[in-house]
């Protein structure tokens, strides 16, 4: 399985724009990049995915290097409620789907 | 609320007994999938069900774990002679007929505790 790389933890403050970085240097070329979030106490919410060109919904950005080697989630105009886990994930086949192979993932908080 | 739902929300048993939960799935979805998250981890995937088709499980799936989707719809999960290692957040997912093109939603868990 591909792994992915994330810092543990990123402040960031209300209003503001949140990178949120991740590495996954050994992706193959038709993995597919997820990224989801966790508020305390609930299921995964999924945000957004790609697999080679930048995309953007209502929720965020996902940049994604030309090499696939690394991605970031942007949060646009992030506020108290995103504060949350943030797990960059990559796809993994499955026998006629996929499973999501999370790590860790980033604690992000939005200071006020 | 037509996302994804589970039953119970806690359950506190002792070392030992068998328990059992419960998933149902947003009702158009075919694929139903069960992880496990164990404290300031991320989920790990269980097992993977296609309408009523157990497709892929885990290493992580004893024998004492078994689920089921009997009818291509709810579906179960069972532990029996349950452990303290078993403490966890089971959750399921579900997605819809276009096999990798739909994201899994997720319901908000069952949270187990094993005394």
């Known amino acids: 399985d591909a792994k992915t790389t994330q810092p543990p933890s990123m402040d960031c403050a209300e209003g503001r724009a949140a990178n949120l970085p991740c590495n996954h240097s050994?992706?193959?070329?038709?993995?597919?990049v997820y990224w989801y979030r966790q508020i305390h106490s609930q299921g995964p919410q999924y945000i957004i995915h790609?697999?080679?060109n930048n995309e953007t919904n209502e929720m965020a950005s996902l940049i994604i290097t030309e090499d696939r080697k690394s991605s970031t989630l942007i949060l646009p105009h992030a506020t108290l409620r995103d504060t949350a886990v943030y797990y960059c994930?990559?796809?993994?086949?499955?026998?006629?789907?996929?499973?999501?192979?999370f790590g860790a993932g980033t604690t992000v908080t939005v200071r006020a | 609320d037509t996302g994804v739902s589970q039953n119970p929300r806690h359950k506190i048993t002792k070392r030992g007994q068998n328990v059992t939960f419960r998933c149902d799935p947003i009702?158009?979805?075919?694929?139903l999938y069960w992880y496990r998250q164990t404290l300031g981890q991320g989920p790990e995937f269980l097992t993977y069900?296609?309408?009523?088709?157990?497709?892929?499980k885990s290493r992580l799936l004893s024998d004492r774990f078994s689920a089921e989707r009997p009818k291509g719809s709810f579906s179960t999960l069972e532990i029996q002679r349950t452990e303290q290692g078993d403490s966890a957040m089971y959750l399921c997912?579900?997605?819809?007929?276009?096999?990798?093109?739909?994201?899994?939603?997720f319901g908000p868990g069952t949270r187990l505790t094993v005394l």
């Open positions: 009702s158009e979805h075919n694929r």
């Open positions: 994930i990559v796809r993994v086949p499955l026998t006629n789907d996929y499973k999501l192979s």
């Open positions: 790609g697999l080679k």
């Open positions: 050994t992706i193959s070329g038709n993995e597919y």
């Open positions: 069900f296609q309408n009523e088709a157990q497709l892929e």
């Open positions: 997912a579900s997605s819809g007929r276009l096999a990798g093109k739909n994201e899994q939603f």
